[in-house]
């Protein structure tokens, strides 16, 4: 049983901050200056069942980094946008390349540079540690802080609700 009050049966596509939700939201930063993020290997799991079962996915995320290419690339994803500093036309463009409604798709983003994305989509999601404003937008709030698996938590309960989660070999290796 989900615990999001919106039919999943009609989510197509998921789309993802990266800075907050799929790493968490303090970032050591190295030697060189550059942020070195943590990933949720559960998160990652989820991230490469949905690619298999034909679920669209976008990274759109102001970070940049060889790093985040290369995380989400392993992972089967090819929609990633890095350095995107106004999210909102990065997404629709996305989607109308991909021919999807905004009901046909869940966002999940932490902060104020998300808020534009998560008013636009169908299902607007915020990890457990967001920001008031993403939280107060968000028509689900995940039990999960960012990085911590809140993505794995919209992926799944998606796919159960659509029967697509260990219904098959798929399900079982990477």
């Given at each position: 049983?989900?615990?999001?009050?919106?039919?999943?049966?009609?989510?197509?596509?998921?789309?993802?901050?990266?800075?907050?939700?799929?790493s968490p939201s303090t970032i050591p930063l190295g030697e060189d200056g550059y942020p070195r993020r943590m990933?949720?290997?559960?998160?990652?799991?989820?991230?490469?069942?949905?690619?298999?079962?034909?679920?669209?996915?976008?990274?759109?995320?102001?970070?940049?980094?060889?790093?985040?290419?290369?995380?989400?690339?392993?992972?089967?994803?090819?929609?990633?946008?890095?350095?995107?500093?106004?999210?909102?036309?990065?997404?629709?463009?996305?989607?109308?390349?991909?021919?999807?409604?905004?009901?046909?798709?869940?966002?999940?983003?932490?902060?104020?540079?998300?808020?534009?994305?998560?008013?636009?989509?169908?299902?607007?999601?915020?990890?457990?540690?967001?920001?008031?404003?993403?939280?107060?937008?968000?028509?689900?709030?995940?039990?999960?802080?960012?990085?911590?698996?809140?993505?794995r938590d919209i992926i799944e309960q998606t796919m159960k609700a659509q029967d697509n989660w260990l219904n098959?070999?798929?399900a079982f290796g990477w």
């Amino acid at each position: 049983m989900s615990s999001i009050a919106y039919d999943l049966t009609k989510i197509k596509a998921f789309a993802f901050d990266v800075d907050g939700v799929l790493s968490p939201s303090t970032i050591p930063l190295g030697e060189d200056g550059y942020p070195r993020r943590m990933v949720n290997i559960k998160d990652g799991y989820a991230l490469q069942l949905a690619i298999k079962k034909g679920y669209k996915i976008a990274i759109i995320t102001g970070g940049k980094g060889v790093a985040i290419k290369t995380r989400f690339e392993s992972l089967g994803i090819t929609d990633i946008f890095t350095g995107a500093s106004k999210k909102l036309p990065i997404f629709k463009e996305w989607m109308l390349k991909e021919g999807l409604k905004p009901e046909e798709v869940a966002f999940m983003g932490d902060d104020i540079p998300d808020l534009p994305c998560l008013r636009y989509a169908g299902l607007p999601c915020a990890p457990f540690d967001a920001a008031w404003e993403a939280k107060e937008t968000a028509l689900y709030v995940s039990k999960f802080l960012g990085g911590y698996g809140c993505c794995r938590d919209i992926i799944e309960q998606t796919m159960k609700a659509q029967d697509n989660w260990l219904n098959d070999a798929d399900a079982f290796g990477w």
